[in-house]
């Protein structure tokens, strides 16, 4: 037997006993009879293959996007979605148009929720997109303290060719920051003339999420920059203020 397998084996099973109760390392460690060191490394790589990720309302550990997709699980971010879920509902139904609540992994946009129009024609976005190539991403991005962002352009560099045509420096990276940071939303055109707007959700005044839709260019003219703007700003707030509530 290899004994990192079962040990990485042991740690998921051990989060996966309690989903919604997040672990720390050190009772990780002492349950499972651990080097709080070798427990770390493991739950590292965990991390990065997504089976793990770190608690965003309270310290610890639960079981990542990779862990519940094994199974088709929707249990992920479980509180998350369910807080967000009646409003995006209410939005959906106001302007006919999809709704997405999404959350940064790394360096990519991941959906956790999309509620649909009954349009035929549905504007397309993949579950899992560079963070640099969305508005969703954009805005998550925007909310991350000036040391956060320097990390993570460190890590992951800047936008590609074609990601956000607007950045050719780190200066210029943190001149879009500013600018959405001042507008309190993003906005994005792709190539395929997709409209994309998203506005950010908080917890405790840390950025955990974003509300975003998405659109052909014809129907977000037809229904009006200002109306739809006005419309998802009011459903971010709503959502802002059940989540600091709980």
Request: proline share 3%; net charge neutral.
């Amino acid at each position: 037997m290899i004994q990192v397998i079962n040990r990485a084996f042991d740690i998921l099973e051990f989060i996966a006993r309690e989903p919604d109760k997040p672990k720390v390392l050190g009772e990780i460690a002492q349950a499972l009879d651990l080097n709080a060191g070798t427990c770390s490394n493991i739950i590292k790589t965990m991390m990065n293959r997504k089976y793990i990720e770190k608690a965003e309302f309270k310290k610890g550990y639960i079981l990542g996007s990779a862990a519940y997709n094994l199974t088709g699980n929707e249990g992920y971010r479980k509180e998350l979605i369910d807080i967000s879920r009646p409003d995006m509902e209410i939005l959906t139904s106001e302007l006919n148009e999809n709704s997405e609540l999404s959350v940064l992994q790394q360096d990519l946009r991941m959906v956790l929720l999309r509620v649909k129009s009954d349009h035929d024609v549905q504007a397309r976005t993949a579950s899992e997109k560079r963070a640099y190539d969305t508005a969703a991403g954009r805005i998550m991005l925007a909310y991350l303290s000036d040391s956060e962002l320097e990390a993570f352009v460190q890590k992951y560099g800047l936008p590609e060719t074609g990601e956000w045509p607007e950045i050719k420096s780190l200066a210029s990276f943190f001149v879009e920051i500013s600018k959405i940071r001042t507008a309190g939303y993003s906005i994005q055109i792709s190539i395929n003339q997709i409209v994309g707007l998203a506005v950010p959700l908080f917890k405790d005044e840390k950025i955990i999420a974003c509300l975003g839709m998405y659109m052909p260019n014809y129907r977000y003219d037809a229904l009006g920059h200002e109306r739809i703007l006005q419309s998802i700003i009011k459903s971010g707030r709503a959502i802002n203020e059940k989540l600091n509530t709980i």
